[in-house]
Each structure stands twice: as structure tokens, then as C-alpha cells.
């Protein structure tokens, strides 16, 4: 199976912390730039960050800067999204993904959910009171 699973949603208070996790199987991840993306109900989804496959580049959106930090193990085959100073504007599903056919994306194109040809199901979360 190939595929990429996301984990480390759930229910956390205003002002929590939680990483994701987006770990693959069937195929090596270090090989692939991985962007991060969020769909909130009833809103559009976005872009969250990226971050190359080996080189530690890392982009995100103007919103999300300074309380999103986006990392890899290419070693365990995940890259992971910690959330600090959760809110709750920030519950949504969120999911990684990937273009298999384009190199160094993330650095040369920014996020561009649209050319994601390949996705996780996506993990929620939820910050509320």
C-alpha cells in the first residue's frame, strides 16, 4: 500500500500545542517535498506550509507564521506540523500531501494545493473551550 496517514488531531483548548505527524508507507518520503493543508468548515482549503525533501527549506502561509513549525525525520519516513498557541480559528482537518512528478516544489512554487496529486485522509482538529 501507498499512501500517506496523518495523525495528531483531537480536542485541545485555546492556547494548547499539538504536532501532527504525516507518515508514509509503501514508498521512501525523503524523496519528496510534503506540503501541509487545512480545510475549515464551510471555508475553502488552504495552504498551511511545505517543506523540501532534504534540504531544510521551509515556506508558510503569511497567517500561519510563528506558531507553525514544520519538520522531517526522513529516518522514521514523517514530517510532522507543530501548532503552538492553538486558537480557534485553527480547527479544520488538516492533511499532507504531495506532487510525485515535480522536484523541489515547495522552494519553486510555493504551496499550491492544486497540483497535489497526492493526499492523506487527513487528521482534525479542534480547539475549543
Known amino acids: 500500500q501507498v499512501q500517506l496517514v496523518e495523525s495528531g488531531g483531537g480536542l485541545v483548548k485555546p492556547g494548547g500545542s499539538l504536532r501532527l505527524s504525516c507518515v508514509a508507507s509503501?514508498?521512501?518520503?525523503?524523496?519528496?517535498?510534503i506540503g501541509w493543508f487545512r480545510q475549515a468548515p464551510g471555508k475553502e482549503r488552504e495552504g498551511v506550509s511545505c517543506i523540501g525533501s532534504s534540504d531544510g527549506f521551509t515556506r508558510y502561509a503569511d497567517s500561519m507564521k510563528g506558531r507553525f513549525t514544520a519538520s522531517r525525520d526522513n529516518a522514521k519516513n514523517a514530517v510532522y506540523l507543530q501548532i503552538n498557541n492553538l486558537q480557534p480559528e485553527d480547527t479544520a482537518v488538516y492533511y499532507c500531501?504531495?506532487?510525485?512528478?515535480?522536484?523541489?516544489?515547495?522552494?519553486?512554487?510555493?504551496?499550491?494545493?492544486?497540483?497535489?496529486?497526492?493526499w492523506g485522509n487527513g487528521t482534525l482538529v479542534t480547539v475549543s473551550s
Open positions: 509503501g514508498f521512501t518520503l525523503g524523496y519528496y517535498d
Open positions: 500531501a504531495t506532487d510525485q512528478y515535480a522536484s523541489v516544489w515547495c522552494r519553486r512554487r510555493g504551496i499550491p494545493s492544486d497540483f497535489m496529486d497526492f
